[in-house]
């Protein structure tokens, strides 16, 4: 995602400036204050008068966003999955290879690809799951 805006943000009982950084799993916090919420640890999050109020087991923390605050609630409450952000659409033509995931697999099955057997003509997409090591 990689969206950032200066803001005052309030948590637990201080106030501070800063640079909020909406990350792909987690919120950020840069300056006198910092943090790191992963969407993991969210409870909660709504968006209130320009505020984006984002709840975690250790409470509740205010970020002044302005505009930005209801698409920061929206793409914290529903991210897209791997699949959305790497672009593969409705009956695009995919091979894979290798071990992926269960939930890699399932979302391309649901988002509609077509699965080959082997690389063609009609091939769009081709997927490869490596493991670590030195190449």
Do not use: Y
């Not at 320009?50 to 698409?71: C, I, N, Q, S, Y």
């Not at 897209?80 to 672009?87: D, M, N, Q, T, Y």
Request: hydrophobic residues 40%.
């Amino acid at each position: 995602m990689g969206q950032e805006v200066t803001c005052t943000v309030r948590h637990q009982g201080k106030s501070a400036k800063g640079k909020a950084l909406l990350e792909t799993s987690e919120l950020i916090l840069r300056g006198d204050l910092r943090l790191k919420i992963p969407f993991s640890a969210i409870t909660s999050v709504r968006a209130v008068d320009g505020e984006l109020h984002v709840r975690t087991k250790e409470g509740v923390t205010v970020f002044e966003l302005g505009e930005k605050a209801d698409k920061w609630r929206e793409k914290i409450a529903n991210p897209k999955s791997l699949i959305e952000k790497l672009g593969p659409k409705a009956g695009d033509a995919v091979v894979i290879f290798g071990d992926f995931e269960a939930d890699f697999l399932r979302d391309l099955k649901r988002m509609g690809a077509v699965m080959e057997e082997k690389v063609s003509g009609e091939t769009q997409w081709i997927f490869l799951a490596a493991e670590g090591g030195k190449i």
